[in-house]
């Protein structure tokens, strides 16, 4: 019974092979084909999403330009208030009303810089969703450069605060004028990239 069925089946298939060879085929081409089109959108998804993440971290690195060349010239005016501050302690006699103007001016400021997609990026795991990995490793080196002029400033004021010492100052502008340096870079090369 079971040798009758079977060539029952082998006798209808060979018949009909034409027939269920198309069918083979239409179901493959139907399963590739939803396979390439799904991955299709998926990377295009991918794509505006590294696109977006790029457009604002170029809007936070133009934001971080005016920072940066703000606190250069808090430093730079600091600086000189302490020189002119050195040169009328060295030089008597003392004007107490000039010394203490210039001592109260002679304030320090933290520098700090927020960059809230750098954040996400960061914390979220999506950095890898930067696909060119010289700009994504130059964002990442950018932002802990960012931390180290931050750190540095701040133990600079501590120290600043402490032992009066304006040479502290020129550390911080030399770091500060770097960062900038290395913002613009990032910011070309993410338009760059934006362009193409």
Not at 10 to 15: G, K, N, Q, Y
């Amino acid at each position: 019974m079971k040798i009758v069925l079977g060539k029952k089946i082998i006798t209808h298939l060979r018949s009909d092979w034409i027939k269920y060879g198309f069918e083979t085929v239409a179901i493959v081409v139907g399963i590739l084909g939803a396979y390439y089109l799904s991955n299709w959108k998926e990377h295009r998804v991918e794509k505006e999403t590294e696109t977006e993440y790029l457009r604002n971290l170029l809007v936070d690195l133009e934001n971080q330009v005016g920072n940066i060349e703000a606190q250069i010239e808090f430093e730079a005016i600091t600086k000189r208030t302490c020189e002119n501050l050195l040169n009328k302690l060295h030089l008597p006699p003392f004007e107490i009303d000039s010394i203490n103007f210039l001592i109260l001016n002679a304030q320090r400021r933290t520098f700090v810089v927020s960059s809230p997609v750098y954040e996400d990026l960061k914390y979220s795991g999506r950095l890898a969703s930067i696909s060119d990995p010289q700009l994504r490793y130059a964002i990442f080196r950018l932002y802990q450069q960012v931390e180290y002029v931050e750190t540095v400033i701040a133990s600079n004021n501590a120290h600043f605060a402490d032992r009066f010492s304006y040479d502290l100052l020129d550390m911080n502008v030399a770091e500060l004028e770097n960062l900038l340096s290395e913002n613009q870079l990032l910011i070309d090369k993410v338009n760059q990239l934006l362009g193409s």
